[in-house]
């Protein structure tokens, strides 16, 4: 069973940046594709942050377009969110996952990142 361990999050002033990592347990962790979702405050849904393939391709939401980049270490099961250019409305708990639903595992704790203005 695969777990998942987010951290790296924050108090940060608007403009900073902040670096998140997300360490999975498996050895399939290579070959599965990565998400990147939040869960802002008062909201019940995750939405969706980033993505990368098991072969290194990336999409992000229109939102975060050009402030920030998903990428993964394959070597070491980890995948990262680099975050710059904070805003208050990014200001949220941050998770991995896999995008499949058939292949999703147990959500774990989060990270959480709060931007002040």
């Known amino acids: 069973q695969v777990q998942l361990v987010e951290s790296g999050g924050g108090l940060v002033q608007t403009g900073g940046s902040l670096r998140l990592s997300c360490a999975a347990s498996?050895?399939?962790?290579?070959?599965?594709?990565m998400n990147w979702y939040r869960q802002p405050p008062g909201k019940q849904q995750r939405e969706f942050v980033a993505g990368i393939s098991s072969g290194g391709n990336t999409n992000y939401a229109d939102s975060v377009k050009g402030r920030f980049t998903i990428s993964r270490d394959n070597a070491k099961n980890m995948v990262y969110l680099q975050m710059n250019s904070l805003k208050p409305e990014d200001t949220a708990v941050y998770y991995c996952n896999d995008p499949r639903p058939s292949k999703r595992v147990s959500w774990g704790q989060g990270t959480r990142v709060t931007v002040s203005s």
């Open positions: 498996g050895s399939a962790f290579s070959i599965n594709p």
